[in-house]
């Protein structure tokens, strides 16, 4: 881990409540890290995590809407 990543043992991943039961591709994000949003593939749970800022997740979420 590097040194400024936030330590993610401890998330609590979220899918979308639009997301299926079937899986498919979906991904995964955690609240709770002030400054940036973890994400990761819902396929690959142990795989690697995205650090996004808020405002780049929120204009990707907002993006996904229209």
Not at 15 to 39: H, I, Y
């Amino acid at each position: 881990m590097e040194k400024n990543s936030p330590d993610l043992t401890t998330a609590r991943w979220r899918k979308s409540s639009f997301s299926g039961s079937t899986g498919g591709d979906c991904v995964e994000m955690a609240d709770g890290f002030p400054g940036t949003v973890p994400v990761r593939d819902s396929k690959n749970t142990g795989g690697p995590v995205l650090l996004v800022g808020p405002d780049a997740w929120r204009t990707f979420v907002d993006g996904l809407r229209r």
